[in-house]
């Protein structure tokens, strides 16, 4: 059995988004489910830094946290805690991805970075948004009263 061959396929023939940064934040693994969910080839994105699918406005706090997980190795979302943010696409859409990392580690124990894997979730975010928005206007509407606009 060639555990390199079927490792690359599980990798390549992923639905969800496979991403492997470095230490320093650029990537270096873009896998085919990345490319459905954000618009990017591999070839597009691997070599940039992760501000690629990272919100402007998000920026800054990805950073703060990406370091501290680089200084330490240690990340809450590496032990099947989902992380939920927005993240962009390439032709400007904001979606809502919700991922795990792997911290990777060389022989001797260093940090490569982390990889993570992504799902995006944009369609059941926006309908819990919906379900949440008419159970408010249904609660409004038995207490008597209007819902807020």
């Known amino acids: 059995m060639d555990l390199d061959r079927i490792c690359r396929e599980i990798v390549e023939g992923s639905p969800d988004a496979i991403i492997l940064g470095d230490a320093q934040g650029v990537i270096r693994l873009w ?8 618009g990017y080839t591999a070839a ?14 998000l920026r800054a706090r990805h950073w703060d946290g990406y370091d501290r997980v680089m200084a330490t190795g240690q990340s809450r979302y590496g032990k099947g805690e989902l992380l939920a943010v927005p993240a962009l696409a390439k032709d400007g859409r904001t979606l809502s991805i919700e991922f795990t990392i792997q911290m990777l580690r060389d ?6 970075g982390p990889a993570a ?27 008597g009263r209007e819902p807020a606009a």
């Open 44 to 57: 597009e994105a691997v070599g940039q830094s992760m501000d690629l699918i990272i919100p402007e406005r």
């Open 31 to 38: 896998n085919a489910g990345a490319e459905a969910i954000f």
């Open 107 to 112: 022989e001797a124990g260093a940090i490569l």
């Open 117 to 143: 894997v992504i799902r995006d979730v944009t369609r059941r975010f926006q309908r819990e948004k919906e379900l949440g928005k008419r159970l408010k206007e249904l609660e409004a509407r038995a207490a």
